[in-house]
């Protein structure tokens, strides 16, 4: 038997990994990276216990639409799996470009791209258009994907209170006015469920000649007409620039898009590592997302259905006096401000077979800690009932 020269444990970096407290903690108290074993609607199986699911972001209750099933294994029957490459590489293929064409007319852009991912388009929103010399302006909520992207491009980033156009103001006075500026917002906040205040941010951006990036993961499908998002729900679609959101909300897909005027698409195309040196989206993924946007356009019936079981889940929150942080969309938080009243409440859901999500600082600011809840289409009433009486029990046992 061979004895290896070095020992391998002793690399800081082994080490590292071994004494890391966030897995530590995360693995003592199994509170994410769960594994079922059957899903049906809203249902999902874990262990033989069922769960309704109340933390996914299928708003539109779509993920299980036999048109979108159709659709996606059609595609794989008739191109493969994968294009297997970049599509600046080897090309991309007619279903990429007749799903980009249908989400640019559909948002109100000239043109659009399409990514494996909604975090590569999103971080791509902002790589793709930044310069090292450019000054950014982002809210201090932004998702995940969008502090990548402004750490990638380099350029200096200055955050603003959370909605506040008045902060952003303030930042934006101590700036030399020749220095082109990117404004960086949400349309509706993924943790808080909070509608960016877009008129006011707008004025600031034509007063400052800012370029304007939206993050619409959480508002496209849900605002706007048909759910063209919230630049739609404003009216202002002209005044922002670029456009990028998620398949995987209420299009119950995986991928995401940027969308833009077409020259604006074209220099993205240049200059964005996302785009240039990742694979395209695949055959299936790109067929389901279009088959979902065709939907949302066809049956008007899923937002409806939305509506009224969120007006319903609002009741039943507000009855329990429980903090939704002002959330006005299908994103609701209920802030328990303390972590282990949070860890208490999602056990007590898990026990009455409500699966939700927690989020804790430093994911949320401190005082925040809460646990992020998001309502579907197609939640039934007797999933609402169970919701209810669940709620009722967790409360109960903080
Ligand atoms: C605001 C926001 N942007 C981007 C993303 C990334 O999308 P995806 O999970 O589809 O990669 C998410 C998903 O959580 C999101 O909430």
């Not at 809210?139 to 008045?166: M, Q, T, V, Y």
């Not at 006075?173 to 205040?197: L, Q, R």
């Not at 079981?309 to 929150?317: A, C, G, W």
Request: proline share 3%; hydrophobic share 40%.
């Amino acid at each position: 038997m061979a004895f290896p020269l070095f020992n391998k444990a002793k690399s800081p970096v082994i080490q590292r990994i071994h004494s890391d407290d966030a897995t530590r903690l995360r693995l003592k108290y199994d509170t994410y990276y769960h594994i079922f074993d059957k899903q049906e609607g809203t249902r999902v199986w874990k262990d033989g216990k069922e769960f309704i699911m109340l933390s996914s972001n299928d708003y539109l209750g779509l993920a299980q639409h036999p048109k979108i099933k159709e659709a996606g294994s059609e595609a794989i029957k008739k191109w493969g799996s994968s294009t297997t490459g970049a599509r600046l590489a080897n090309g991309g293929r007619s279903f990429h470009r007749e799903l980009e064409e249908e989400l640019a007319a559909f948002v109100g852009k000239e043109a659009c791209h399409v990514f494996s991912a909604g975090y590569l388009a999103c971080a791509s929103s902002v790589t793709g258009f930044a310069d090292r010399k450019d000054i950014l302006f982002a809210d201090k909520n932004l998702h995940s994907s969008l502090w990548s992207g402004i750490k990638l491009s380099g350029a200096r980033c200055e955050r603003f209170s959370h909605n506040h156009p008045g902060h952003l103001k303030e930042l934006l006075e101590y700036e030399d006015e020749k220095t082109p500026k990117i404004f960086i917002f949400e349309g509706v906040y993924s943790m808080e469920g909070h509608i960016a205040k877009l008129p006011e941010f707008i004025k600031l951006a034509e007063e400052y000649n800012a370029f304007v990036v939206l993050d619409d993961a959480h508002g496209f499908g849900v605002l706007g007409e048909q759910g063209r998002g919230t630049a739609d729900h404003f009216n202002l679609t002209n005044e922002v620039d670029v456009i990028c959101a998620s398949f995987s909300k209420s299009l119950a897909g995986s991928g995401g898009f940027v969308a833009a005027t077409q020259d604006a698409i074209d220099y993205m195309r240049s200059h964005s590592k996302q785009a240039i040196f990742s694979a395209a989206i695949s055959p299936s993924a790109c067929a389901s997302a279009q088959a979902a946007l065709r939907i949302m356009q066809d049956e008007p019936e899923h937002q409806k259905r939305l509506v009224k079981n969120l007006e319903r889940y609002r009741k039943i929150l507000s009855d329990l006096k429980l903090d939704i942080w002002e959330s006005e969309t299908p994103a609701i938080p209920i802030v328990l401000g303390e972590k282990e009243k949070v860890y208490y409440f999602w056990k007590a859901l898990q026990e009455k077979g409500i699966y939700t999500i927690i989020s804790i600082a430093p994911g949320v600011p401190p005082g925040k800690d809460l646990i992020r809840t998001a309502i579907s289409a197609s939640h039934t009433d007797e999933d609402l009932d169970r919701i209810e009486e669940a709620m009722h029990y967790a409360c109960s046992k903080i």
